[in-house]
């Protein structure tokens, strides 16, 4: 029987923090405040702490905070928001659900994140705004886009589900524009045992105005300012996240150190291109991705060893039959289409041993020498 390394191991990190969740959940159970109340409140201050941005709003997922951001921002019907085509449904449904139309633009060959230079031919009288994503936890190029959003008076909103802990030029992540948008899916860098997402922002009327459309449009019990919806964060998961939240910064380093391990054994193999930081960025590794030949065969073949590898994400959103309506045909975007026939990303979570980095980079080696 080959060894299984799983992409993600949810159970090495649970052990190693055990009674931390534990009494966060009996804590929870004990307060009964299960929905708002002293737990969302606490983590949407640890959480905008840890960040380095003044204030966050903790909503029901990443998909919820992106889409929050942009309708609190003004984003709607007869608008258009502009992204790149390589990154996970959740940005642009959040778009669409505003009434406005996503728009794609090229990525970058190496990072996988929007390329800034094609930004200004995409833009029209009808743009409101741009959400970079930060794929894989790499941020993406914000003061090349920045410059063109105000040049162009346009929206930013960070997309930075991926990147909890990425630093661009000595800032984080998501604090670098209007809002950051964050998930905390269970597989992310930092993961409830659920569902949960936060926008942070220095904007205190944004985050405001987040809370309340995120609750009902409620300014006290039974008083709605506007017509909202539930898009509140859970109290239990608030908790988790509190318990985790201590953590996040040595899980992250974890991260760094695990990913130059792959980058050190990978090294020099011919087929195979390594994943890179940019100068002045620091990555967060939620994923480590290679770029690889003959990437559906490999990946075959470390399924069979053993190693669950994986694929983010196999089919870029302008093909998806969702956005056929969108009207892109095959070569609009040939950055992203290329790229998405040669990605894998391969296990990396703060846990994974230096034995089993090894065996996948011994099996990545017999795959391309064999
Ligand atoms: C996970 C993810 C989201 C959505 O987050 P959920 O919490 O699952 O709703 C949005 N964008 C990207 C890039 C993601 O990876």
Redesign the pocket.
Known sequence: MPPKIPLVDLKAQYESIREDIDSAIRRVLDHRAFIRGPEVDSFEKEFAEWCGAKYCAGVG????A?YLALRALGVGRDHNVITSPH??I??TEAITLTGAETRFVDTLPDTFNLDPDLLEQAIDSNTRAIVP?H?NGHPARMDEILPIAERENLIVIE?A??AHGAIYKGKNAGTLSEAG?F???PG?NLGAYG???AVVSNDDGLIEKIRKISNHGRSEKYIHDIEGFNFRMDSLQAAILRAKLPHLNGWIEKRREKARRYSDLLQGIKGLTLPVEEDECLSAWHLYVIQVDRRDECLEELNAKGIQAGIHYPIPLHLQPAYAYLGYPVGSFPVAERVAKKILSLPLYPEISDEQQVYVAKCLIQFFTA
């Open positions: 997922s990443g998909t919820e992106i990154t996970f959740a940005t994503v794929l997309d589900a991926q948008c998930s905390f899916f992310k569902d949960a997402g």
